[in-house]
């Protein structure tokens, strides 16, 4: 069982601790930190300085999801950061060496992000996204991979932009955004990479509703996750495994389609010059 620090009712804004507060007999998440509000996980990603993905942060939400999922005294779980200013950012830009663009190396990173979000979609409990920064790229499919997305209001950012930087969403993006907003709205989206406040993001429904402040976010997840908690678990189950299997039979098939575009786009000389201008912070020459 995981056993985490008890928090009754809404916690007000701390710094994140330690994860001694989990038990220290199974193998312990090293990037989050998890507070207990009743049967509610609020789960805390703290990766400085942008909880960017790589192999390690995938291997942990693997063991997080593990303890999640094995643990009856958690019913509803919400995901969050460390960082107000950061939901979560996609690859680590920083380390593309050459071999990242290799046939081999964007299948096993492909293959990373599609698992992790898909574990996380298909989680038997409810998720929900506390998002009070920038959800940006694989932020966003993470986002997406959530039952409910609570976003905070101010400079806050969400989209999927990989298309300015030569390359296109390959953690589920292209497939989960026209399920949730339609498919007009995430053509626009995604093949200009445009990138939506919190209040924009409501009005085309990719978020729940917003938080005037990162607190009033924090809260505004934590009462819905309540909400669910107080649901039957088994009806919970049931109905999220009727959506995942009844309702969206074929999302697997079209993140197999996604797979195979990503990798090629990360084989496109477009790929190399759109990360080398995000590096040198300059705009990227596409049609040169």
Known sequence: MLVLSSCMGICQTRPTLPNTRLNSDPPQPRFFAVERHGAVARCILDRPPANALDAELHADFALLLDLLELDDGIRVVVLASANEKIFMAGAKLEA???????????????????????????????????????????????????????????????????????????????????????????????????????????????????????????????????????????????????????????????LRVEREAAIEALAQPEAREGLSAFLERREPRFHT
């Not at 050459?98 to 599609?114: G, K, N, T």
């Not at 969400?158 to 300015?164: D, K, L, N, S, V």
């Not at 296109?168 to 990138?195: F, M």
């Open 96 to 254: 593309f060496p050459d071999a990242h663009f290799s046939a081999e190396e964007a299948a096993r990173r492909v293959d990373l992000a599609q698992g992790t979000f898909l574990r996380v979609q298909r989680l038997p409990k409810p998720v929900v996204a506390e998002i009070t920064g920038h959800a940006l790229g694989g932020g966003c499919e993470l986002a997406l991979a959530c039952d409910f997305r609570i976003m905070s209001e101010g400079s806050a950012l969400i989209g999927c932009p990989e298309i300015r930087l030569g390359i296109i969403p390959g953690g589920g993006g292209t497939q989960r955004l026209p399920r949730l907003v339609g498919r007009s709205q995430a053509t626009r989206l995604l093949l200009l990479g445009e990138r939506l406040s919190a209040l924009e993001a409501l009005e085309i429904g990719l978020v729940d509703a917003t938080g005037a402040t990162a607190a009033a976010t924090r809260d505004a997840a934590l009462a819905l996750a309540s909400r669910l908690a107080a649901m039957p678990a088994p009806g919970l189950r049931l109905i999220k495994r009727c959506l995942a299997d009844g309702y969206d039979p074929t999302l697997e098939a079209g």
